[in-house]
């Protein structure tokens, strides 16, 4: 199955996105990129099989399985519960770490399509009332007459936008149950 190829604006576009993660990602602190490395360790199948190797070793030189190997946390292996219990603080940790930095990005993406949709919504009205003036210039001022037209030729209020949403929502939370 052949596809058609990327058109030059969006190639542009997919540019112009892939440069502001790099900016993004270069900007990220050495802590953070740390932090970064060791959450996506945790997070693959080489932790769990060393996890697997860690734990069976452990617990076969603790259980007598291993000759020679005298015991040195015999059951019900307590320093291995206190080293799971430190490890679990770090990776927590690393997790919290990784996801505010991910919370972060998320938050600069949302106010750059924030942004975007609202010179967007500038763009349209202005092209709205263009095309109003287009029609009332050669006469077909009955094709731009309905209300939805004229609607969409004004500017959007945002903050009154928002306030309605926002009294949408406490309606919606007054009648949950």
């Known amino acids: 199955m052949s596809s058609a190829p990327l058109n030059p604006t969006a190639r542009k576009n997919v540019e112009a996105i892939a440069q502001l993660e790099q900016q993004l990602h270069g900007r990220r602190s050495r802590a953070e990129r740390v932090s970064d490395r060791v959450a996506r360790f945790f997070g693959s199948l080489g932790f769990v099989a060393a996890h697997v190797v860690a734990f069976t070793a452990w617990i076969a030189s603790n259980v007598h399985v291993v000759p020679g190997v005298p015991a040195f946390d015999p059951y019900p292996f307590p320093f291995l519960g206190f080293v799971v219990g430190v490890e679990f603080i770090f990776l ?63 500017a959007t209020p945002v903050t009154e936008l928002v306030a309605e949403i926002e009294k949408a929502r406490e309606a919606d939370a007054a009648d949950a149950p």
Request: hydrophobic share 40%; proline share 0%; net charge negative.
């Open 92 to 154: 927590t940790t690393f997790v919290l770490i990784n996801q505010n930095v991910q919370s972060r990005r998320q938050e600069q993406w949302g106010h750059l399509t924030l942004q975007v949709c609202l010179l967007t919504e500038q763009e349209v009205t202005k092209t709205m009332q263009m095309l109003h003036l287009v029609c009332r210039h050669f006469k077909l001022e009955s094709a731009a007459a309905d209300q939805e037209s004229n609607d969409l030729a004004q």
